[in-house]
């Protein structure tokens, strides 16, 4: 079945740190792959998306490649910021409904 | 992009009573909009596709008279939350899809704190 599996939390980093957290999936044919960011006390946001294969989607800072030989969509920051903490969740649509990986939580130390 | 807002944000309620959450879409006109629920520090699980006009889609498992769902119209939303019990504790978002060329984007709301009890 089709399914999203993302790296657990929580993933603490220092101020400037490169970031990656993986996201893989599991799905018939090739469908959209997105990463939606949740801050706290706020609902979910998108960050970024692709929509085909060796699709770059960027925003923020953030970037992530749809790799359609190894199913993966991995979220990379080089420099992450304390404003960054947040939960991350990949996600992808199959069909008509988006599917979520568990959330991962990102906190970055000053 | 679009505004999708819900009230009440947070909500206590005692075992046995109901509660409705409103889910709006400030924006543009929405003939569908999606429940979820999202437990502590897991991923959001869809409920249900509110649908304008039409009877809500459940999600397998879900209890549809227990979560009742009425799309009043194209900007509004409800779920309500009958004869609440403690597990139905729970963070109740919803979201809007963005139509046309973006269809399958989605637009959330803040979300809802529900705990009873």
């Known amino acids: 079945g089709n399914s999203v599996t993302q790296m657990e939390g929580p993933v603490t980093l220092s101020e400037e740190a490169f970031l990656t957290i993986n996201c893989t999936y599991t799905a018939t044919g090739y469908p959209s792959l997105f990463w939606y960011v949740q801050y706290p006390g706020e609902g979910l946001q998108l960050l970024l998306k692709?929509?085909?294969?060796?699709d770059k989607g960027s925003n923020k800072g953030f970037e992530a490649t749809y790799r359609k030989e190894t199913t993966s969509f991995h979220l990379e920051k080089g420099s992450v910021q304390v404003s960054d903490s947040a939960v991350y969740f990949c996600a992808f649509h199959p069909g008509n409904m988006l599917t979520f990986g568990g959330g991962t939580r990102l906190m970055v130390k000053p | 992009g679009a505004v999708v807002s819900q009230h009440p944000s947070r909500v206590i309620c005692k075992s046995g009573t109901s509660v409705k959450i409103e889910c709006r879409s400030l924006d543009f006109q929405a003939t569908t909009m999606f429940w979820y629920r999202q437990f502590p520090k897991k991923s959001l699980m869809l409920m249900a596709t509110?649908?304008?006009?039409?009877?809500?889609?459940?999600e397998q498992g879900v209890e549809k008279d227990k979560f009742l769902i009425n799309h009043a119209s194209l900007t509004l939303s409800t779920l309500t939350v009958t004869s609440a019990h403690p597990e139905d504790s729970s963070f109740y978002i919803c979201s809007v899809p963005s139509g046309g060329d973006d269809a399958e984007t989605q637009y959330f709301g803040p979300g809802t704190r529900l705990l009873v009890l």
């Open positions: 692709a929509t085909k294969a060796d």
């Open positions: 509110s649908n304008e006009g039409s009877k809500a889609t459940y």
